[in-house]
């Protein structure tokens, strides 16, 4: 009887954690604050989780931007990067850099700054290029979800507080198994939700900025003397299409008109052909058969 008893509440636990994940998915957010684009970069784990309990929830944005700048030397642009980063409490995540045969080098970087500078240093960032080439910002709310998972979070410690209860009241090696392979499987899904969480705080408290610096001479078109591969081609690939629209402008003709029109003309000829040498044959016949014998002389 103690063994049925431990597994009916082992499956209501089921059913209660069941529902309060539905719950969860269900709290809404406020309007204002979903609305907000102020990150809550400085809140630690603890203290989100507390302002979430109590309803005063700091908005969480992900920030990401990309830049591709020209600029007049690629390394010492590096080293104004480094500056700029530094300047707003940020780091440097990568770099990587490429030397070409020329002794020009491009340099690629993966940038963190705090989510409150991320503007600054964009803005920063543009001013040591010559020229941008490529400028995008990007921008996620992640509240809803770190809300649900708090919300999940508090349902699965609960459960796993109750198992823990049954285990030590079990008498059965069973039942005892059977909780524990439970209780196993709730802690590692209560990690699960802290590390989720825990990303999404140290994704909207630093943002990301992906930085790539091009000289100004590898920017710029080659050009020998006049001559610009480039227009060459461009003019080559123009010709290769007007040559293909050319081909298939005349396989439609040929197709939709010229074939039928030889076809008519064809079976128009044929059928003269055939009237024509079918009307001579029988005049020929005709005088043949209507050509009197020739009598032999009388002397």
């Not at 809300?147 to 109750?162: F, G, M, T």
């Not at 091009?214 to 690939?237: C, F, H, I, M």
């Not at 197709?255 to 128009?268: F, N, R």
């Amino acid at each position: 009887m103690k063994r049925h008893w431990i597994w009916a509440l082992v499956a209501a636990m089921l059913v209660m954690t069941g529902c309060g994940a539905r719950v969860a998915k269900e709290v809404p957010v406020d309007e204002g604050l979903m609305s907000s684009t102020a990150p809550g970069s400085d809140a630690s784990f603890s203290e989100v989780s507390q302002n979430a309990a109590a309803g005063d929830i700091t908005p969480m944005i992900v920030y990401n931007g990309s830049l591709e700048l020209v600029v007049s030397d690629a390394l010492q642009a590096q080293e104004g990067v480094q500056r700029v980063i530094e300047s707003v409490n940020g780091y440097v995540v990568s770099s990587e850099s490429y030397r070409y045969e020329q002794g020009l080098v491009t340099v690629n970087m993966t940038l963190r700054v705090p989510a409150e500078k991320f503007h600054e240093a964009m803005a920063q960032l543009r001013k040591l290029a010559l020229e941008v080439n490529h400028d995008s910002t990007s921008s996620e709310d992640v509240t809803q979800e770190y809300v649900d998972l708090e919300s999940r979070l508090r349902a699965l410690e609960d459960k796993a507080a109750r198992l823990e209860e049954l285990m030590q009241e079990a008498e059965d090696t069973e039942a005892v198994l059977a909780v524990y392979r439970e209780l196993s499987a709730t802690q590692q899904e209560i990690e699960q939700v802290k590390g989720r969480m825990q990303y999404l705080e140290r994704s909207s408290a630093m943002a990301t900025i992906s930085v790539t610096l091009t000289p100004d001479e590898l920017s710029q078109p080659v050009e020998v003397a006049g001559w610009r591969p480039q227009g060459t081609a461009k003019r080559a690939v123009e010709a290769l299409l007007n040559t293909l629209k050319f081909l298939g402008n005349a396989l439609i003709w040929i197709v939709i008109y010229v074939v039928p029109v030889l076809a008519v003309v064809g079976g128009v000829v044929y059928l003269v052909r055939k009237g024509w040498s079918r009307l001579f044959g029988r005049r020929k016949r005709a005088a043949k058969t209507a050509e009197p014998l020739e009598a032999p002389d009388a002397r």
